[in-house]
């Protein structure tokens, strides 16, 4: 394509054009780029202080154990995966997180010296059987425990990482924490790129811990729409039966026991109404005094009438 007919073009295919022939252009100058194998990105420790300011914990002085202990185990296997392994990848595993350790301990050795903290010099005794494990392996069964010791070892450590960042009050120690977070996120990325990692091996997570069953501290109020609309109590149909007949026998035996004797069922006066003023009502003593006794006989008497009126009509029919 001459220089003629790219100017000839309209603008937008020239700029299509020079965009596609600058992707070519980096693909051909960097053919491994598309296959690159993912490095320690670098935090941004610039927005943390490293001065060894702020308590030490039991906690932070093991985490700085557990990340020397890690070199010292895994940048050897990392030189066995290198000289054992028929398996280029494996090669290639084990050289990056060798030497991505050694920069790595390097970190964690400054780090203990700023906060006096003694470190070990030689693995663990776990540790040790790994790597004897593996220098009694050969071929794939070399490849097998290389990558499935070294991902479960991260694995471990993982989460305990995730504490010491969120959890510790010395900034040396949280500024080491989030360096070896990013360490240790890229190895395990590395070491399952080999695709041979036993998943099924690995620990499980934990259950979610279970609600607590007992009774809640306090009752939770409805809210101010189900106040409304609940039911109350005196408008419920069995509780307002209840309440009429309650309120029908009261009136009923209050007024037997206002009637005279002669005009209550059973007296020998039914057919004839005949009215004796009682001295007292038992009934209602604090109702009629001497001045209301009065005005209590003439309500009698208009009730007597009334009832013999409905006994007279009662034998009409």
Do not use: C
Request: charged share 20%; glycine share 8%.
């Amino acid at each position: 394509m001459t220089l003629f007919a790219v100017d000839r073009m309209p603008r937008w295919r020239r700029q299509l054009t020079g965009g596609v022939m600058a992707a070519v252009a980096l693909i051909v100058l960097s053919p491994q780029s598309a296959h690159a194998e993912p490095g320690v990105p670098e935090p941004p420790s610039g927005l943390l202080s490293d001065r060894g300011e702020g308590d030490l914990s039991e906690a932070d002085r093991d985490f700085l154990t557990k990340v020397r202990l890690a070199g010292l185990w895994e940048i050897p296997a990392g030189e066995m995966a290198q000289q054992k392994s028929k398996s280029e990848r494996i090669q290639s595993i084990g050289r990056d997180i060798a030497a991505q350790h050694g920069v790595l301990d390097k970190l964690v050795v400054d780090a203990a010296g700023k906060l006096g903290v003694t470190l070990p010099s030689q693995p663990n005794n776990d540790q040790q059987g790994w790597l004897d494990e593996m220098r009694q392996a050969q071929g794939t069964a070399f490849d097998q425990i290389y990558i499935d010791r070294l991902r479960a070892a991260h694995g471990k450590i993982f989460p305990a990482i995730a504490t010491i960042r969120a959890s510790t009050r010395n900034d040396t120690v949280r500024k080491l924490a989030q360096r070896t977070n990013q360490f240790v996120m890229t190895h395990m990325t590395l070491l399952e790129s080999s695709g041979i990692v036993d998943f099924k091996a690995l620990p499980t997570a934990p259950p979610p811990a279970a609600a607590a069953s007992g009774p809640p501290a306090t009752t939770q109020a409805l809210p101010a729409a189900e106040r409304a609309d609940a039911p109350s109590p005196f408008t419920r149909t069995p509780v307002l039966v209840a309440l009429l007949i309650t309120a029908v026998g009261a009136a009923l035996f209050v007024t037997w026991r206002v009637l005279p004797s002669d005009l209550r069922p059973g007296s020998r006066y039914r057919g004839k109404y005949r009215y004796t003023p009682s001295p007292a009502v038992p009934i209602l003593p604090a109702l009629q005094p001497a001045g209301q006794r009065k005005t209590a006989g003439r309500a009698a008497e208009a009730a007597g009438r009334y009832v013999n009126r409905l006994r007279q009509a009662g034998r009409r029919t």
